[in-house]
């Protein structure tokens, strides 16, 4: 699988963190820190931050992303954003399927495959979450839960459409928790993931989809993690509100 035919992408996931004041602050202190990236560098903000973000990041090499979509394009669900209103705004990326959206909002693979349809038609690009829980690691089962959700996910996905697509792997028992996988272990399930695109889609879409690693990535422990053949970026929680810790791990990708 050639490395070289993909652009690595680290994106910060803010999750429910940062005012529009603070994610302007944190994006100006960011923006001199990683102006010099050969990778792409994304940020997913809290949707209310999303102006103030986009403001802050223009003429940067910082793109902005939400950190969820409805797969309706409008309607009566009270709460939700649209992928066509985050299109409208101008933001480029999508986190769709995040573990803590799967865990605590009731997501599952087939509301993530609506959300994903949804995202494609409006001309979002995805950052797709897949992972495993603890247990189903310790069943052995942990390449048939991602193989899994990834094929739920891309149902209906064309190989145009895969283009705009970037899986995240993130188990679950390493999100938030400072446990991260080992290198070897995250390599190992993002080559599951790439083989299980190329049964999909064809070696060449398979060499080229990029596969991120999360959970717990930090300024200590990136350089070995995105040095693995098929890790290709990260998806990062809690460092990516350190603009120091972040620019570190945009370094180490770049
Ligand atoms: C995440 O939110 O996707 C994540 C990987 O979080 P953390 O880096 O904090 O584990």
Redesign the pocket.
Known sequence: MNKALRRPVIAG?W?MNQTPAEAKALIEEMKPLVKDADCEVVLCVPFVDLQAAMDAAAGSNIRIGAENCHWAQKGAFTGEVSAEMLKAMGVPYV?IG???RRQYFGETDQTVQMRVRAALDAGLTVIL?VGEYLQQREQGITEEVVRLQTKIALGGVSAEELKRIII?Y?PVW?????K?ATAAQANEVNHAIRVCVGELYGKDAADRLVVQY?????AGNAKELLAQPDVDG???????LKAADFSVIVGAAS
Do not use: D, Q, R, Y
């Not at 390493?174 to 400072?178: N, W």
């Not at 990260?234 to 990516?240: C, P, Y």
């Open positions: 996931n999750k986190i995040h573990s803590e979450c995240a993130e390493a999100i938030g928790t400072g991260t999360g959970g717990s990535m930090n990260g998806l990062i929680g809690g460092a990516s």
